[in-house]
């Protein structure tokens, strides 16, 4: 079992940054690939980015490419989300998903714990 806590979100301007964070409980964390998604009102949740377990391989939306950076500690259990260049569109509350076994997954339904969620807000 694994539980997830993001923190980090905010109401920033456009053109701004965030980092966001996901504490994860247990000592297994470095078994879990993990993933960032997000959902915006009236809109399906949808990918972000995502990591291996030991960080060597990550993936990313074309929508965020060049603009955010997914990471983790694995000594310290946490998922990291640095987001620069921000757009309204960005606007949405992000969730944090534990996958297992290893491996990256675009698809929500393949994560197995997820987080409650931080809103992002980004003004024009």
């Known amino acids: 079992q694994v539980q997830l806590v993001e923190s980090g979100g905010g109401l920033v301007q456009a053109g701004d940054s965030l980092r966001l964070s996901c504490a994860a409980s247990g000592r297994t964390f470095s078994t879990y690939a993990m993933g960032w998604f997000r959902q915006a009102p009236g809109k399906e949740r949808e990918f972000v980015a995502g990591i291996s377990g030991s960080g060597g391989s990550t993936y990313y939306a074309d929508s965020v490419k060049g603009r955010f950076t997914i990471s983790r500690d694995n000594a310290k259990n946490t998922l990291y989300l640095q987001m620069n260049s921000l757009k309204p569109e960005d606007t949405a509350v992000y969730y944090c998903?534990?996958?297992?076994?290893?491996?990256?997954?675009?698809?929500?339904?393949?994560?197995?714990?997820w987080g409650q969620g931080t809103q992002v807000t980004v003004s024009s």
């Open positions: 998903a534990a996958k297992s076994p290893l491996g990256i997954s675009v698809v929500a339904a393949r994560y197995d714990y």
